[in-house]
């Protein structure tokens, strides 16, 4: 007896999972060290922000202690850029840790903690950058 077909759409979870691990497959075990590159870059980038950010503010304001308009208007340019920066690291450990987790290629066992110390890391320079 045939399988019925799924119709247009009906198999993106299949189509999903057959591609990724082929693509994987393709750059073999390279694949992690240039996301731990692209995350170290934009870890980077965002300590240049913090730097700016700590330079270029008001100094002798708490960024705390003014009212919230003044706060978002103090930190400028590069306090919003280190927010972005930080959105993207997070959002980059978290897809290259579970893309780490589909089989194909291995990667070594100490490629999530160092994800998560990129993550912590940078919620910590985020966090220089609210109270500069």
Same mark, same amino acid.
């Given at each position: 007896m045939a399988r019925p077909s799924r119709g247009a759409g009906g198999g993106g979870r299949g189509t999903f999972t057959c591609v990724l +691990?082929? *693509?994987?497959?393709?750059? &073999? %075990?390279? $694949? $992690? +060290?240039l996301c731990l590159l692209g995350v170290g870059l934009l870890f980077t980038l965002l300590l240049v922000c913090c730097l700016m950010c700590r330079c270029c503010g /008001?100094? &002798?304001?708490? /960024?705390? @202690?003014? %009212?919230?308009? &003044? *706060?978002?208007?103090?930190r400028g340019f590069w306090g /919003?850029? @280190?927010?972005?920066? *930080?959105v993207a690291i997070t959002l980059s450990c978290a897809g290259v840790y579970l893309v780490s987790r589909f089989p194909g290629p291995p990667v070594p066992f100490w490629l999530g903690p160092v994800l998560q110390a990129f993550t912590y890391a940078s919620a910590f320079l985020l966090y220089g950058t609210w109270v500069a």
């Open positions: +691990p082929l *693509f994987l497959g393709v750059l &073999g %075990g390279w $694949w $992690w +060290p /008001a100094p &002798g304001r708490g /960024a705390l @202690s003014a %009212g919230s308009v &003044g *706060f978002w208007r103090r /919003a850029c @280190s927010e972005r920066v *930080f």
